[in-house]
């Protein structure tokens, strides 16, 4: 399929969707959103991807909604395009491979909620990362109300969000809102290399991980929860790749000793 706001690539068993209108610093339009979600189902059907990357092209990852589109909307049809936002949001947080963000300049508003429902997020020290809805009479999409508040804590989401303040990379990192940062011209190098470490690892236990994490996180108690490391655990084991996965552990183990 051919998109006309996001770049699908294949690199070897890494997918790289590159967020795709540089001439408006990749703000998020109603396609981009329909573009996203189809990518998704894309890779999720290919049996070779074991992980997919988001970033953007040009010097932004994405300064957020596109307020041109925006301004033209009727009530029921922004509530259309929210909805549409929550979906791919929705489809990201569940979606059954590990999800990287590579933030690799602005990422504001619904591109940085983008990045918030990924596993990792990565940001050039360069980066400038925040939520300016306060400041423009809105209020914030993609589940960021919980997911600023696990990352950072309650006192610190309510700071960022109530006064529309944008950070850089360091600073998110400092506070923990991303992983790690780096200098722009090792970003995606940097996120390539951990997407291959990650692809390395079985799919299969990533994606029981991956449920589990989720569940926890969706307010799963802890007896349940404990139910299902049991299962997930035992659905591991009884794979037919177990016996080579620990046979090529052992052998790595002692190649190091």
């Known amino acids: 399929m051919n998109y006309t706001t996001i770049v699908f690539e294949k690199t070897e068993n890494i997918c790289l969707i590159k967020l795709n209108r540089p001439d408006v610093l990749n703000a998020m339009n109603r396609q981009m959103w329909q573009d996203i979600l189809n990518a ?31 301004k033209t909307r009727k009530p029921e049809e922004y509530r259309s395009y ?21 933030l690799n300049g602005y990422a504001l508003g619904s591109g940085y909620e983008l990045a918030l429902a990924c596993d990792i997020r990565i940001a050039a020290f360069e980066a400038v990362i925040g939520s ?15 997911l600023i508040q696990e990352l950072v ?13 944008n950070i850089d990379g360091k600073e998110a990192e400092r506070i923990g809102l991303v992983n790690f940062s780096v200098p722009l011209e090792k970003l995606l190098r940097e996120a390539l290399h951990l997407a291959r470490e ?15 994490l989720l569940m926890a996180r969706d307010g799963t108690g802890l007896e349940a ?31 190091n000793t």
Do not use: H, W
């Open 40 to 70: 998704l189902d894309k890779a999720a059907d290919d049996p070779e991807i074991m992980a997919l990357i988001f970033t953007g092209e040009g010097r932004a990852f994405s300064s957020g909604a596109d307020l041109k589109e925006s």
């Open 82 to 102: 929210l909805e549409s936002v929550q979906k791919a949001s929705r489809n990201i947080l569940r979606f059954g491979k590990p999800t990287i963000a590579a």
């Open 132 to 146: 300016p809805e306060a400041k423009v009479e809105s209020s914030v999409t993609g589940g960021a109300f919980r």
């Open 153 to 165: 804590g309650p006192g610190k989401a309510s700071e960022l969000l109530f006064t529309g303040r």
């Open 198 to 212: 990650i692809a390395g690892n079985s799919p299969f236990s990533i994606a029981r991980m991956k449920k589990g």
């Open 225 to 255: 929860l404990m139910d299902y490391e049991i299962e997930a655990c035992l659905a591991c084991v009884n794979t037919e790749e177990r016996s080579e996965a620990l046979e090529s552990f052992q052998k790595r183990n002692r190649d």
